[in-house]
């Protein structure tokens, strides 16, 4: 680990004593592959059949991996971190939409956040999964151009209106907006709406970001594209990086499609994928903001470097580094300490909407080497440091 990330006080003074125990525990126990695997049928089977879970859920994960199941509990947190130095982003943690009223109900929740982040230092982003805002068949089938039933239209429209009301939002309140990537099966419609609304809300700077998982294939020659229509079009690009969400579902899709897989066969490509996307992004910073969000030290190092090398102040605001609530602390908080802006996603919302994300933090966790590990590390000797204070 690189020097700049080795402060461990610096890492976890935000925890105490106690949760880091419980930290320790969770990280070793229930993270496991055999107990992610065997959580994520029992949620899906108890969600099913109505089975209440929250007693489950809430005193372990989600009490560590979310701040709370209202707006004022997730404020409370990220007012919590931003005294040192670390700003939030609220993202209601809703997933797939069941249909117009939940969708709904989701845009609500999603304007209140908006709404409560203006003016407040401490809050960095707002956020959405667009997925949460209609259903996932009508955006597959809207992205592969087929044609729509009268209520699939329906749905269709209203997506586009939760996304215009949105970004709208946003650009009025002068909070930036990351729209959240999805499956390759149904991501050229979102990079579509995107788009669009970069073209409506991006003229003076940039407000609209959208996601580009690192681990496709095609991610790089995408972001040259639009970067050269924004040039064109005289507009600021917002693009937030990742590596990505679903490794092992877009390579059974491929597998089921029969479809060559849209993902590197490597870890390997994927990091240099995505540090070319960030090399890009940095050199044309006067026309892109970008967002890394990313718990990767060797990314934040070159990061770093880069900066440096192009004469990019620590603080520009259009450059913005991110991980987890929860997890690569040392990470976040010591870049924060050295004076780089850092935002920590701060996921919220009831028990129950909060299980779909939990299990796909622990499956993408899963397949991230040594990702398990090395909190376990810096959790233990976070302890041990604790202990002999």
């Not at 009508?138 to 087929?146: A, I, R, T």
């Not at 972001?223 to 507009?235: S, V």
């Not at 991230?368 to 233990?380: A, P, T």
Request: with cysteine.
């Amino acid at each position: 680990m690189n020097q700049l990330f080795d402060n461990i006080e610096n890492s976890f003074k935000h925890r105490s004593l106690k949760d880091l125990k419980k930290l320790r525990f969770i990280f070793k126990y229930l993270f496991s592959q055999r107990m992610v695997f065997w959580a994520k049928f029992f949620f899906k089977l108890a969600i099913r059949i109505h089975f209440p879970v929250k007693w489950i859920v809430k005193p372990t994960v989600f009490n560590y991996f979310c701040a709370g199941e209202t707006l004022d509990e997730a404020a409370v947190t990220a007012e919590k971190l931003y005294r040192f130095k670390v700003q939030s982003i609220l993202d209601y943690a809703a997933e797939e939409s069941a249909n117009i009223q939940s969708a709904q109900h989701v845009l609500q929740q999603l304007i209140k956040v908006i709404n409560f982040s203006s003016n407040k230092e401490f809050i960095a982003f707002t956020v959405f999964k667009p997925s949460a805002l209609c259903k996932v068949e009508v955006l597959k089938k809207k992205s592969k151009g087929e044609s729509l039933s009268d209520e699939e239209k329906k749905e269709y429209e209203f997506f586009l209106y939760c996304i215009d009301s949105l970004c709208s939002k946003a650009y009025e309140n002068k909070i930036p907006i990351l729209i959240d990537a999805e499956y390759v099966s149904f991501q050229d419609i979102v990079d579509k709406v995107a788009f669009e609304m970069m073209l409506k809300y991006n003229k003076e700077k940039a407000i609209v970001y959208n996601t580009l998982q690192m681990y496709r294939k095609d991610r790089l020659q995408y972001l040259k594209n639009i970067y050269q229509i924004a040039a064109r079009e005289n507009i600021y690009l917002g693009i937030k990086l990742v590596r990505g969400a679903y490794l092992e579902q877009e390579r059974i899709w491929a597998k089921q499609a029969r479809q060559v897989s849209p993902v590197f066969d490597s870890k390997e490509e994927t990091d240099n994928s995505y540090n070319a996307a960030l090399r890009f992004c940095l050199e044309n910073i006067n026309r892109i903001a970008v967002f890394s969000g990313t718990h990767n030290e060797e990314s934040n190092l070159k990061m770093i470097e880069w900066m440096q090398e192009l004469g990019i102040a620590k603080n520009d605001i259009r450059i913005f580094s991110s991980q987890l609530y929860g997890m690569s602390d040392h990470i976040t908080f010591n870049l924060a300490y050295e004076g780089y802006n850092v935002a920590k996603y701060i996921p919220f919302g009831e028990v129950k909407i909060t299980i779909p994300y939990l299990l796909r933090r622990a499956e993408e966790n899963k397949s991230i080497g040594n990702q398990i590990s090395r909190e376990l590390m810096l959790i233990n000797k976070a302890i041990q440091l604790r202990n002999k204070q």
